[in-house]
């Protein structure tokens, strides 16, 4: 039983691409969120949902766009896609976001943009 | 200064070996703690949280020391299945913030 799946798990694609990632948890979480971890391997919160209401929306480019069709789903759209965009990107889940709350994390995406 | 700082390592350690990692953060308005442990490209998972108190679980204690503002994790009797990144992880607000990770290698 998978907890929190994404796919796909590896993504090669060329610059100027418009490219999705999913992810599914079915732990009955209400809270997602979406990391990415560079080639420096620093872990970066993007975004995070709460029962389908963005909550974290940090200093990311717009050309990605999160889109949570149901709080079980948390999918992230990037247009137009850059070198520097490569990297691993994580989806997690928690109960909630309140303090204390244990995220469990998808096993990666990894895209690589040439 | 990043917020949350961890020596990279590598700490290469043989097998039954006691090792320890400090971490440090920046921001005081820190509110819980947290170490996660990633194996090779595989996703972090959470270890153990941290508390004032100090606590442990079987072979690995946390410690906590908020005037210092930083976090330490213990690893007594290192096996080889404990070889991975560990990273010390900090809660501000409602966003969990990572540190880069030290490696950590056992040998038999």
């Known amino acids: 039983d998978t907890a929190v799946s994404q796919t796909p798990k590896y993504l090669v694609t060329q610059m100027g691409n418009d490219k999705s990632i999913k992810c599914e948890q079915n732990?009955?979480?209400?809270?997602m969120y979406w990391y990415k971890q560079d080639s420096k391997k620093f872990l970066k919160i993007m975004f995070s949902?709460?029962?389908?209401?963005?909550?974290i929306n940090e200093t990311v480019p717009n050309r990605f766009s999160p889109k949570s069709p149901d709080k079980a789903h948390l999918n992230l759209h990037i247009n137009s896609l850059e070198l520097g965009d490569s990297a691993v990107y994580f989806c997690?889940?928690?109960?909630?976001?309140?303090?204390?709350?244990?995220?469990?994390f998808g096993p990666g995406t990894r895209l690589l943009v040439l | 200064r990043k917020e949350v700082e961890q020596d990279p390592g590598p700490f290469n350690v043989p097998e039954g070996a006691t090792v320890a990692f400090n971490c440090t953060y920046s921001?005081?308005?820190?509110?819980?703690f947290f170490w996660y442990r990633q194996d090779c490209r595989k996703e972090p998972k959470l270890l153990m949280s941290?508390?004032?108190s100090g606590n442990e679980d079987g072979r690995f204690t946390a410690q906590l020391n908020r005037a210092s503002q930083y976090i330490s994790l213990l690893i007594r009797d290192s096996k080889l299945s404990d070889s991975a990144t560990y990273l010390c992880?900090?809660?501000?607000?409602?966003?969990?913030?990572f540190g880069a990770g030290t490696i950590l290698r056992v040998k038999s």
């Open positions: 997690a889940s928690s109960q909630d976001y309140t303090e204390g709350e244990t995220q469990y």
């Open positions: 732990l009955g979480h209400d809270t």
């Open positions: 949902y709460n029962n389908k209401e963005l909550i």
């Open positions: 921001n005081s308005a820190s509110q819980s």
């Open positions: 941290v508390y004032s």
């Open positions: 992880v900090v809660r501000r607000g409602n966003k969990l913030v």
